[in-house]
């Protein structure tokens, strides 16, 4: 399989192409934007696109002159249209796990994945931000009765290896202790096995692990355990300024 660049304006649309992408250009431009054009244009031998119309007009939108493509001159111009819908088909059996998806996307700190897709599926990009909303957005999980240890509801490796390395450096003293504390920002908690773990806890335990947000019960009380403290304090502040 042979990659090879492609001057932009040597290669063409299929004029019948049957699959509408409108609302994915944006956010394939973003990712080729981001990590750069990893997977190639399909063309025939007339430079027809085959596979990869939609990163093609990302490619336009950013301007781009040339391209990697792959030129199937192997096949047959029945096989062609019939690997253009079979391309674009059988993506749409593909499902995500959610659970991983979530363990995965908590771990990406570094990227904007909303700019490629990721959004709440009920969010209106529209809309404007409201950030004192009261809505609650977060995946639910009903206990199964599996019994877990703690050590399997959270992974700590690269929290761990990143406070060895912290502890190896020849930073500050206080920096360090801002380094430690930040380094829990590395932390996966998986939160199915956490909802397990809380189904068999102790109510000390099953309380603590509510006002630590690990498991939320009361959407209306975790608002209220999480800012009522605040307003109080700002309150006070206010009071005496007033007095």
Not at 40 to 67: F, N, Q, S
Not at 120 to 140: A, G, K, R, S, W
Not at 172 to 183: G, W
């Amino acid at each position: 399989m042979n990659i090879v660049e492609k001057n932009i304006n040597d290669i063409k649309p299929y004029e019948n192409n049957p699959r509408k992408n409108d609302v994915a250009v944006k956010p394939v431009a973003n990712s080729i934007r981001e990590f750069g054009f990893k997977v190639p244009i399909v063309i025939d031998k007339d430079g027809i696109i085959i596979a990869g119309h939609t990163r093609y007009r990302a490619a336009k939108e950013l301007k781009l002159t040339k391209v990697p493509c792959i030129v199937a001159d192997d096949l047959s111009d029945q096989q062609v249209k019939a690997f253009r819908l079979a391309d674009n088909k059988v993506s749409e059996f593909a499902e995500w796990d959610q659970d991983a998806l979530l363990e995965e996307l908590q771990c990406i700190l570094a990227v904007d994945m909303s700019e490629f897709g990721f959004l709440d599926e009920d969010e209106d990009i529209n809309e404007p931000d409201d950030t004192y909303t009261t809505d609650i957005n977060i995946p639910q999980y009903e206990p199964t009765g599996e019994v877990v240890s703690l050590e399997n509801c959270l992974d700590d490796d690269k929290t761990e290896a990143l406070l060895m390395e912290i502890e190896d450096s020849n930073v500050t003293e206080k920096e360090k202790d801002f380094l430690r504390k930040a380094a829990h920002r590395h932390n996966r908690f998986n939160y199915k096995r956490i909802a397990e773990y809380y189904a068999n806890a102790s109510e000390e335990m099953q309380e603590l692990m509510e006002r630590s947000a690990l498991v939320i019960i009361d959407y209306d009380d975790a608002i209220k355990n999480g800012y009522v403290q605040l307003s109080s304090s700002l309150e006070a502040i206010l009071n005496e300024e007033n007095e």
